[in-house]
């Protein structure tokens, strides 16, 4: 990357940019994406359903499913709860659009990449500042080469100032010579952007990717000192992100707008640098996408595509060869596997020389099962309970069983249970809803979208399952009744992941009161 502002400008060959947003754009907000069909554009539909088929075979959670070509929609998905109207937790993909927000800022010559992070932070700095620290870059910092001896944002989300905390942390390697996953890292440049233009992150992307995208309903959310984590914490909708890989993959232009120099997205989507590691014995390097090189916050991808991409499976897939974008929601611990599926069916079937048409009417049921089980039982009496001392607070809990639901109450909080189906509701029920990454993390519970069912396992056991349906993850929770004692256990869908692992919510045990 160039290190002046005017050699930045002469390497993109455009005029220096300024906040010009054209007043159709800033006006222009929630319109939608054209729509295609697969064979229309060049895509076997049969390749999507083969897609589509792998996914349930193999038993990967998808939330939704999007794919793009010459910039129309060609597919899509949501699998019931989940909805286009609805967002979603990004986690990781977060990271890509607080490096399009440092993007704008070079590009309206508040910052160089090559400017070094201290001079950013001169109230947070370490009463000695070390060489290596003197040395890292914002580069370093979107490159994720800061040179930390170790991972340093468990240790920042613990403090009340994470960018202070951040450089107070021992830089062991010369920076911009070593790869080391750093969401910190991602948050200090959200805080410098910050710092530059007296708005967060979110904020400043609105007038200039958000609106002319028309995108909304998006949040972020933030550090004790009000900026936006960058790293994480980023919810939007499906095609939301759609609308980002298609602006990715027009290198910055949009409705014939230059938003964003094509320099920078070319420069912020080549390959930087090198993950450490090798062949391993159930996968070759060439065949592992956290392989193949990052960027600024973007991963590099077999063969000549890109991604943004989030825990659990958040993906922005950008495939310039093709002319395509794939976009992805799921909760998934096998994020590799994932892909693997999207280039042993979707690849193959773009410009397919037998682009034939298909049914695709089947993306339009797509639904994650509900609870099994019976819908009844001899236990299925309505009751209060009252409980034991807990952590979680709760004093009583009720139960209401009516022919198509279950309604479970505790204090202000309820939720309601479809019987064999989804029924939707909000809740802000402590502990909920799971997460991944305490920072940022509301100081209240928030109240949650949740669509909920349940059904008896046996005759004494009640299962409901919560599912977060703004977020990846879901609550199991498990209703054990014996006689006028009732037992209840939670099991979050991140700690079913790891059979070791056990909920941090003790089991909550009542008696009947009447």
Known sequence: MTTSRRSFLRYTGLAPFSLWIPRSFAEETGYSLARSTPEAEGVAAQGILDFIDAVEREKFELHSFMMLRHGKVLAEGWWKPYGP??????????????????GFAVAEGKLKVEDKVVSFFPDDLPEKVSENLAAMTVKDLLTMSSGHEKEPTGVCVKSENWARTFLAQNIAHKPGTQFMYNSAATYMCSAIVQRLTHQTVLDYLTPRLFAPLGIKGMRWETCPHGINTG??????????????????????????????????????????????GGDKPDRPKTKNDWMQGYGYQFWRCQGTAFRGDGAFGQFTIVLPEQDAVIVMTSENKNMQGQLDLVWKHLLPAIGAETA?????????????????????????????????????????????????????????????????????????????????????????????KIAASAAWTDDSTLVMQWRYYETPHSDQVTCKFDGGEVTITFLSSITAMNPKAKDARAPLKGRSSV
């Open 85 to 102: 109207e609805f967002v979603h937790t990004m986690y990781s993909m977060s990271k890509s659009f607080t490096s399009t927000a440092v």
């Open 231 to 276: 790293g994480w914490g980023l919810s939007i909708q499906t095609e939301g992100l759609a609308k980002f890989g298609q602006f990715l993959l027009q290198k910055g232009k949009w409705k014939g707008e230059q938003l964003l120099p094509a320099a920078w997205v070319e420069e912020a989507t080549r390959f930087h640098i090198q993950q450490p």
């Open 356 to 448: 034939l048409g298909g049914d695709l009417s089947r993306l339009k049921t797509l639904a994650l099962a509900p609870q099994q089980g019976s819908k009844t039982s001899p236990a299925a009496v309505s009751k209060k309970f009252q409980l034991e001392a807990n952590d979680l607070g709760f004093r009583d809990v009720s139960f209401e069983f009516r022919d198509d639901a279950c309604v479970f109450t505790s204090g202000e909080h309820t939720v309601t249970c479809g019987l064999g189906s989804w029924q939707r509701g909000e809740a802000a029920f402590p502990g909920t809803p799971p997460r991944l990454i305490s920072g940022g993390m509301p100081k209240q519970t928030p109240r949650s």
